[in-house]
């Protein structure tokens, strides 16, 4: 199975080519707004793999430990009782088996386990938990604090891609699609570390004119911007030095260069040159153009000739002039 990355700066545009790409046949799409957050999130798949890159056992042991808590909170209902105490992702529905198949991939990068005392943990521990600790060794002379893991590095690609597997191909028919559409997985800034992930992955990343993303982060549009004043927070859009700032960071954290598995695109190429984009796209992925067998009934270029050029419209000019300056020129 191939997988396709799909990125892009927050209001940069990367729906459009969700779209788009959902036209193609053999192409499996979870819809625009379904992320899989497990690589890019603290704690998540890359800081594991950080942290074996940096081996010690005092930080192989903890990385493990913190990714399994990673996993159990992400996959904790979204609904029912259970959501007061769990931060809403629901993982557990969208991705049935997560938990499981972490503890399995975990195990597989594990060379031994055993209990024992381990000074590090204790930096870990709540204050509640450090009070029965110490009452447990105090009173019953027990000093063991954990299950430890003795963690290797060595498997951990080769254990990394089943789990991957296993956790984003469950409901995928293999015989009608040959391509899973992730969102965000990657993240536009280095996708080629991600890519490497899996044993066929490639990532397409949307940028687009940063007036237009402004104006998109501070006005009300259904089924892409429905809460406006979190959004604006997000991108740093409720105030224009800060909007200015995040982007200009984030856009210099992008890793240069060409790779047969990254494909950057601007969204206002895929609007205003349509028959070139596409066929950029196509060869990118390998694909015969006759397989885009339902062009333009989920992306229409026509129809998003509109959201192209907002700026010139918007209310507060002299916040586009500031964006011209400080981005554009």
Known sequence: MRYLDLSGF??????????????????????????????RVKDGLADLESALASWSPIRADAAARRFLDRVRKLAAPARGPGRLLAPGFGYGERFPGLAPLAERFIERITVRRWRMHWPYHLLDMTPFEMVLFKLRRRFLGDSENLDFRLVSGER????????????LTRDVDAARYHTVVLNNAFEPYDP??????????????????????????????????????TYRRISGAFDVDVFIDRIRTCRRQIRSGDSPRVLRLRFEDLVENYEATASR????????????????SAFDPARSEGNVGLWKTFA?????????????R
């Open 10 to 39: 927050l209001f940069s545009g990367k729906s459009a080519l969700h779209d788009f790409v959902s036209e193609i046949d053999g192409i499996w799409t979870p819809g625009y707004s379904r992320e899989f957050d497990l690589i």
């Open 156 to 167: 951990f690609r080769e254990a990394l891609r089943e789990f991957l597997d296993a956790v």
């Open 316 to 328: 507060d000019q002299a916040a586009i002039r500031r964006i011209e300056d400080a981005l554009l």
């Open 281 to 296: 796209i196509y060869a990118f992925l390998g694909v015969d153009p006759a397989s885009h067998s339902r062009r333009r």
């Open 192 to 229: 080629e570390r991600f890519a490497a992930y899996f044993e066929d992955a490639r990532s397409i990343v949307v940028d687009r004119d940063p007036r237009d993303m402004f104006v998109e982060a501070n006005r009300y549009s259904r089924g892409f911007n429905e809460d406006v004043r």
